[in-house]
């Protein structure tokens, strides 16, 4: 069993900055890979970034790619998600999951159409006004 708790989220105009953090629990957190998810207010959870569990490698959702990074510190069993030129459109509950394998195979294909493996936290509301 792994627990999630992201923090991090509030209230920022367009073209501001984040940070999002998820602090996990237990010994193995580097056997995991790590992802960000969203879900705005009438739409379907969408798949944000992710990381391998070694952090050597990393996904984005093109609608974020070049604007969000996410990193992990295995020593602190945290994972994080920088987010850069927040957009009106990033405004969503963040999410953050933990998938007990390492490296996803096929990368970004991975986390494709309805995702709903491993462990997710309680989510933190990220709002991004104009």
């Known amino acids: 069993q792994v627990q999630l708790v992201e923090s991090g989220g509030g209230l920022v105009q367009a073209g501001g900055s984040l940070r999002l953090s998820c602090a996990a629990s237990?010994?193995?957190?580097?056997?995991?890979?790590m992802g960000w998810f969203r879900q705005a207010p009438g739409k379907e959870r969408e798949f944000v970034a992710a990381?391998?569990?070694?952090?050597?490698?990393?996904y984005y959702a093109d609608s974020v790619k070049g604007r969000f990074t996410i990193s992990r510190d295995n020593a602190k069993n945290t994972v994080y998600l920088q987010m850069n030129s927040l957009k009106t459109e990033d405004t969503a509950v963040y999410y953050c999951?933990?998938?007990?394998?390492?490296?996803?195979?096929?990368?970004?294909?991975?986390?494709?159409?309805?995702?709903?493996?491993?462990?997710w936290g309680q989510g933190t509301q990220v709002t991004v006004s104009s």
């Open positions: 999951n933990a998938d007990p394998i390492s490296v996803p195979p096929g990368g970004v294909q991975y986390y494709s159409g309805i995702y709903r493996r491993g462990y």
């Open positions: 237990g010994r193995t957190f580097s056997s995991y890979a």
């Open positions: 990381i391998s569990g070694s952090g050597d490698d990393t």
